[in-house]
């Protein structure tokens, strides 16, 4: 059985916004290069975690359901993530640009999560007013980023994949 620990999905990933959110704060205080290069590792496999079962599970639940521009929006502003997250992790804190890429990561991380959590239109809100199980989605995705953390444990996740946007204009 699934724990309980989260009302519902939208808690869930309140939650990882909030850990993220963390993380990123103790990289701005951290100065050893080791202990930086930790923090990231953290937040990058955190955020893959995150947008994996967002990706998987919870977006899919509530496409035609929600805006599909705020649906579109999030995907789009995940494979920016991505890119950065992937550079990050290839990279090392001696590299140049290293923390103007935590930087810059942070900061969309915190656009992303302001377009989520936005009252009353964000897509959070939408997804409340629909008639989507939240605590049903919430127990998919434990179990799922439960998964993703065990094989981030025994093997690595692989590269976030960014997910092919066709930008052809109709």
């Known amino acids: 059985m699934v724990q309980e620990q989260f009302t519902d999905a939208i808690a869930l990933l309140k939650a990882d916004h909030r850990k993220v959110e963390d993380l990123?704060?103790?990289?701005?205080?951290?100065?050893?290069?080791?202990?930086?290069?930790?923090?990231?590792?953290?937040?990058?496999?955190?955020?893959?975690?995150h947008t994996m079962i967002e990706e998987e599970i919870f977006y899919p639940a509530f496409r035609g359901k929600i805006e599909d521009d705020t649906l579109d929006e999030a995907y789009v502003e995940h494979d920016g993530a991505k890119v950065l997250v992937n550079d990050i992790e290839a990279g090392s804190p001696e590299d140049d640009f290293y923390d103007a890429k935590v930087k810059v990561l942070s900061e969309e991380i915190k656009h992303h999560v302001h377009e989520e959590e936005m009252r009353g239109e964000g897509m959070f809100?939408?997804?409340?007013?629909?008639?989507?199980?939240?605590?049903?989605?919430?127990?998919?995705?434990?179990a799922r980023k439960q998964e993703l953390m065990t094989q981030a444990k025994s093997a690595g996740l692989p590269p976030a994949e960014p997910r092919v946007v066709n930008l052809a204009i109709a």
């Open 125 to 142: 809100a939408q997804c409340r007013k629909t008639d989507a199980d939240l605590v049903a989605l919430r127990d998919a995705m434990i």
């Open 24 to 49: 990123f704060e103790k990289f701005e205080t951290a100065s050893a290069a080791a202990r930086k290069r930790d923090i990231a590792r953290q937040i990058c496999l955190e955020l893959k975690v």
